[in-house]
């Protein structure tokens, strides 16, 4: 483990807290081709706000926008973004545009690891042969390859790095033994070896594919219950009391993870014949109860607004979960789009969110302070910052017969003088 250099390729909610981590320890050399990112790096700052701010003059670490510069590292960290087409299909432009690059700096007896999530077989079938290409080796003679899939929960504050076990995987057994050491100096709680490549591919896809699939029911059953009259969340404690219960939560599934994840899988089983009905019937629950959000919103505005008037609706939050910048994704979007759809006023607050990202990827414009005069409130995400409000305040700010549309369930057995809905 003597003379190791890192490059870290892709510096996002993944790839800059493992950059930080490894450069207590080892040089290492930070790479993405967002030069605005890079600027703002060096700076010591963290763009997502998800680490503090660190000081690079003690650490081995610096950040850079040329692939060149990384040309003298013998270990390159794959960290990019692995989304999905409009038609639900993987997008792997960022993962070969990344192992392009480090091709065209890889030397012999490098070894490059990949954490992006992918289908079983991606690494050794797209990412392996593209660096052949443009490193003019050959894979397993002249560099080797392995695969640790990231396990970063974007806000999580309890589950991090250093304290969740990381899963690592290689082409031989020499290799394997490399990583194994090498992430054991950042992961406190240790590695788990998987047998294959494929088989820790597979073990990633999966780790989101379940939670996708519990939300799901969750999601129906709310859809359900509340055309009983019933409480979802009443149910989920009632049932959560048997010892072998799983207590999943019913909600808006959206972001870069959960909510992309399965279709790389559902990708590659039917491209080898198989349909997965189970695990896209998931995916279209929770795709759709945005629609079923707004339809609900629509029957209680209905019912309270007089003829030709305009509801005013105020969204409280619309990055893809609590407490984080990161808009990517974000079914409330969907939601706000929908809603102004139907010719309703619609006014979006989220401290957390960046107003001119919002309005340069997705038109929408956020209001830098509450307004007043509000027909419906729907507390979408459930930020720390919102915890002060209460239905005293909601009424404040509403005008008469107000409804809550509360999505997480925040204000649950609190409001009492508005209409209250939740999942």
Not at 199 to 222: F, G, H, P, Y
Not at 293 to 315: C, E, G, Q, W, Y
Not at 392 to 411: A, E, G, M, Q, R
Request: with cysteine; glycine share 4%; net charge negative.
């Amino acid at each position: 483990m003597e003379n190791i250099k890192i490059g870290v390729i892709g510096l996002g909610y993944v790839g800059l807290p493992l950059a930080l981590a490894f450069a207590e320890s080892i040089e290492v050399k930070g790479y993405d081709i967002n030069a605005p990112l890079i600027k703002t790096l060096r700076k010591g700052i963290d763009p997502n706000s998800e680490l503090d701010n660190f000081d690079l003059n003690q650490m081995n670490l610096s950040f850079h926008d040329n692939i060149e510069e990384l040309s003298d590292c013998n270990v390159y960290i794959v960290t990019v973004p692995t989304p999905v087409t409009s038609l639900k299909s993987p997008d792997l432009r960022p993962l070969k545009s990344a192992s392009k690059s480090v091709g065209s700096v890889l030397k012999q007896r490098d070894i490059v690891i990949y954490e992006s999530t992918v289908y079983p077989g991606c690494t050794e079938e797209d990412c392996v042969p593209i660096l052949e290409k443009f490193s003019g080796l050959k894979f397993g003679e002249d560099f080797k390859v392995a695969y640790s899939p990231e396990r970063i929960n974007p806000g999580d504050k309890k589950h991090t790095l250093r304290n969740t076990t990381k899963l690592v995987s290689a082409c031989d057994t020499e290799s394997l033994e490399f990583v194994s050491k090498l992430y054991n100096r950042v992961v406190e709680v240790g590695v788990y070896p998987a047998s294959s490549i494929k088989v820790a591919e597979a073990a990633k896809i999966i780790e989101n594919t379940q939670r996708d699939l519990n939300i799901a029911l969750m999601n129906e059953l709310s859809i359900i219950f509340d055309l009983m009259g019933i409480n979802t969340l009443d149910v989920i404690d009632a049932a959560a009391t048997k010892w072998n219960f799983l207590k999943f939560t019913p909600g808006l599934v959206g972001g870069h993870c959960i909510s992309v994840d399965p279709y790389y899988l559902t990708y590659k089983s039917l491209e080898l014949g198989y349909n997965p009905e189970i695990i896209l019937s998931g995916r279209k629950v929770n795709d759709n109860l945005s629609k079923h959000i707004v339809k609900r919103t629509l029957s209680f505005l209905n019912h309270r607004m007089a003829p030709d008037t305009k509801p005013r609706v105020l969204i409280l939050g619309i990055t893809f979960k609590e407490n984080v910048s990161d808009i990517r994704n974000s079914k409330t979007i969907e939601v706000a789009r929908e809603l102004m759809e139907q010719n309703i006023d619609v006014e979006i607050y989220d401290p957390y969110a960046n107003a001119e990202e919002l309005l340069s990827e997705y038109n929408l414009e956020l209001i830098e302070n509450i307004g007043e005069n509000y027909d419906c409130i729907m507390v979408a995400v459930k930020h720390r910052s919102f915890e002060s409000f209460d239905e005293d305040y909601f009424l404040k700010i509403s005008n008469s017969n107000p409804v809550l549309i509360d999505i997480k369930s925040t204000y649950k057995d609190q409001i009492h003088a508005m209409r209250y809905w939740s999942l």
